[in-house]
C-alpha cells in the first residue's frame, strides 16, 4: 500500500487512453522544467477501443487500473486524481466573433475580457448547435481565443486600454457526450477521479509546438493508434483543430491480412519492423514465418501514402486550402516507413519540412529514471503533454443540479450560471427579462412602434441563496432558475401621438383661434381616448371642416347661415387648413355686406336713397340715376329671399343668385376643373366645363363614375369629387 497521498506530493498524474495502448505519467513542473517520476505502457488486451472511442469501459477501466498500480508500486504514491486527453473522432469546432462596443470610455477590466469571451463562446454554441443535424449531443469542452481586437486592430491584451469597440476571434470546440463519459467511467473503474481534460492535439502541441513558434503557419499531426489528430498554427495562435478516423490501426490489419495472423501479432510485426531487418512470427496455421522490414513497406506502401494524402487534404484544408510551412509528426502511428515522405510529397514541401518530432522537443522534460530516456520518442509527446497542460488551463468536467437535472459541464476555471444553463439548453431569452409585445400602428403613412414594458428577470438560486446569471459555480452546486417573465404589451391612445396634441391657427369671424387636429383610424373618425390597436392605419389630419370650426365655436349652422372660407362662399364639408379665413352670416348679412363692399368700390357713388351728392354735368347724372336703380334693385333682392328652409335658387332675383354663388373644384379624368356661377352644382354641371361632346357616340356608350360608383345625373357634387366620363 502507498505510503504517500497525491495531494500531498504535488504532483500530476496524467494518462494516455489510447486505442492500443494506455501510457501513464508521474510528474511535476518546476522552474519550467517538467520533472518525470515514473512511466507506465500497458497495451489493451483485446480491441476494447475503436478509433479513438472506447467500445468496453470495463476492459479499458483494467487496463488503467493495472497502469495505476504500476505507478503507485514505482513512486509509493497512492494516486487519487488524473488528466486525461479526449481523442478527436468526432470532434467539432466552430470559429466566431464577437463584437462590443462601450461608450463609457472606461478602462477594460479582466472582468469585461471574460464577459467578452463567454459571449462569443455562447454565440459560438447556439451557431453549432444550430447547424448540428446528428441526433448527438454535444458538449462544449474549451475554446482558444485567436485575437483581440480595439477598435478594428489587432492587439494582444485588451487589458487596461480606454474602452471602444473591442472583438474577439475564437475556436469552441465540441465533443459527444457519449466520448467524455466514456473516459470518466473507465477512470472511475480504476478509482481515479478526473482533474482535468484536454484535447490530443492541445496536449501534442504543448511539447512539441513551444509558444514562440506558433507565429510560424505549421501543423502538428498526432498519429494514433485510432486517429489522427491535427492542429493548425499561425500568427502567434491555434487556428484551427481536425481529426480523421484513420492512422495505425488500418496499417495493422493490411499487415494481418497479408500475414495471416491475428491483430495483436500483426501489431507486433509492425513495430519489430521499425527498428529489425526481419521479423519472425507465428502465423494462425502454426507456421513459423519471418518477413523483412522492407517487404512489409511495400506491403503497407500504398495504403501509407493514401492515408498521407487524406491528411494532407485535411491540413490544406483547415489552412485556407493552401500549404502549411512545415509539418512536425508526433505519435506511433506516424513511425512507419514512408509516411512523412508522402505528406511532403502530396504537399509539394521539403521533405525536410515534414519530420517526426521526439527527443529534441523535449528539452524542458527532465526523466528522472535513466531507463526511460530510451524511450525519448514521439510516441510520449502526447502522454507528457497531457500532464503539462493540466498547469496551462487546470479543466476538467464538473456535474452540478440544475433545475433538478444533473448537468455536466466543462470546468474552465471561470464557470458561472450562465454556462451551466447554456450547457443544459436553458433557453437563453428565458434568462433575461422579457418586453411585452410591440405595437405596431401606422402614422400618416409612417410606422410607429411602442415597446411593450419590460417583465421581471429570472429569478435565480445558487444553493439556496439569491444570485445571477454571472455568480460563479463549483462542481456539485445545486442551481435554480424560474424563468423571467413578459412585461405588459405596448399601449398608446390617440392622444399619445405627437401630431394629434398640435394646434392650427384659424381665423373665425375676425378672430385668432387654435384649433385641434383630427384623427381618422382606418377611415373612420375617432377621439382622442381610442386605444390603438396593431395594424391601425391613422391620419392625424391638417385641417378641419367648416362645421368642425363651427362646433368648436359653439356656432349654430341653420339654413339661413352663410360659410365663406378665404372669401369664397363654401359648404359645410368644406376644408379649413391653417390659417386660413372663416366666417359665418346669416344670407342677409352676406348679402349687405357683399353690397357694402361694392359700394365702397365706386366713389363719387351716393347711398342708398341719398342724392345729395350728385354732380352738376350731365353724363355723371345719368350714371347715378342708374345707380339709384341698383340700389332700388338690391332692396328689393334683400326683401324678396324666400322664409323657406330651402333655398330655391330658382325664385331668386339674380343678384342674389350672383352674391351665393361659388367655384367647387373637383377632378374629372384625372384634371382638376372649376366649376362657376352657382351655389350649388349637381352631376350634369360638369359638361358646361369639360371638352366632351355628348354627340360623338358613333354607337358606343358614355361610363360615367362619381369616387368610384356610378351616380345620378342630378346627385350633389362636393368639393375635391373625383369623377371620370368616358366612351365605352
Known sequence: MPSLEQSQQNVVFGLDIGTRSVVGTVGYLKDGVFNVIAQNVQTHATRAMLDGQIHDIGKVGATIKVVKDNLERDTDIHLTDVCIAAAGRVLRTKKTTYDYEYTDGREITDEDIYNLNSSAVEKAYTEFISENTTDMKFYLVGYSVMHYYLDGYQIANLEGHNAGKVSVELIATF???????????????????????????????????????????????????????????????????????????SITEIIAHHC?????????????????????????????????????????????????????DQIMKLNGDKPVSAVFVVGGGGCVPGYTQAIA?????????????????????????????AENDSLLVTPLGICISYYE????????????????????????????????????????????????FMVNDKERIVRGEAGDGAIITLNGKPADIHSRIHANDIIEVVSSTAGEPGKADINSIPEFRSTFSVNVNG?????????????????????????????????????????????????????TVNNEIVGKDARVYENFKVEFKLQEEAIMDYYRDFDNAKPGVPARGSFDALPDDDGEYEKSMAARDESIAREAAINSIPDTDVYDEASAPQVVKRVLAQDLHVIVNGKMVTLHGKAEYVFVDIFDAIDFDLKQSNGRAIVTLLNGGTPDYMQKLNEGDSMEVYWK
Open 260 to 312: 495471416l495472423v491475428d491483430f495483436n501479432t500483426a501489431d507486433k510485426i509492425k513495430i519489430d519492423a521499425s527498428h529489425m531487418d526481419k521479423v519472425p512470427y507465428t502465423d494462425i496455421m502454426g507456421l513459423e514465418k519471418t518477413i523483412t522490414s522492407k517487404d512489409i513497406a511495400k506491403i503497407i506502401k500504398s495504403h501509407v501514402e493514401n492515408m498521407a494524402g487524406m491528411v494532407t
Open 175 to 249: 465533443l459527444p457526450d457519449d466520448c467524455v463519459d466514456g473516459l470518466y467511467k473507465a477512470c472511475e473503474r480504476a478509482d481515479l477521479q478526473v482533474a482535468n481534460v484536454t484535447l490530443e492535439p492541445i496536449a501534442a502541441m504543448m511539447v512539441a509546438i513551444p509558444e514562440r513558434f506558433r507565429m510560424l503557419n505549421l501543423a502538428l499531426v498526432d498519429v494514433g493508434a485510432g486517429t489522427s489528430d491535427i492542429c493548425i498554427t499561425d500568427d502567434g495562435t491555434i487556428t484551427a483543430y481536425g481529426m480523421l478516423p484513420v492512422a495505425g490501426d
Open 345 to 373: 510529397k502530396k504537399m509539394k514541401i521539403p521533405e525536410e519540412r515534414v519530420a517526426l518530432r521526439g527527443e529534441e522537443v523535449m528539452n524542458t522534460i527532465n526523466f528522472m529514471d535513466e531507463n526511460m530516456k
Open 393 to 440: 488551463d487546470c479543466n476538467n468536467f464538473v456535474f452540478v443540479s440544475f433545475n433538478g437535472q444533473q448537468t455536466k459541464i466543462y470546468d474552465n476555471g471561470k464557470l458561472a450560471i450562465v454556462d451551466a444553463a447554456m450547457q443544459a439548453e436553458f433557453p437563453n431569452e428565458d434568462l433575461f427579462p422579457k418586453r411585452g409585445e410591440e405595437l405596431k
Open 511 to 563: 378672430k385668432n383661434i387654435d384649433a385641434p387636429r383630427l384623427a381618422l383610424v382606418n377611415g373612420k373618425e375617432q377621439t382622442n381616448y381610442y386605444d390603438i390597436k396593431n395594424g391601425d392605419d391613422i391620419r392625424i389630419l391638417d385641417y378641419e371642416t367648416a362645421e368642425q370650426i363651427a362646433t368648436l365655436m359653439d356656432i349654430e349652422i341653420t339654413p339661413d347661415t352663410v360659410i
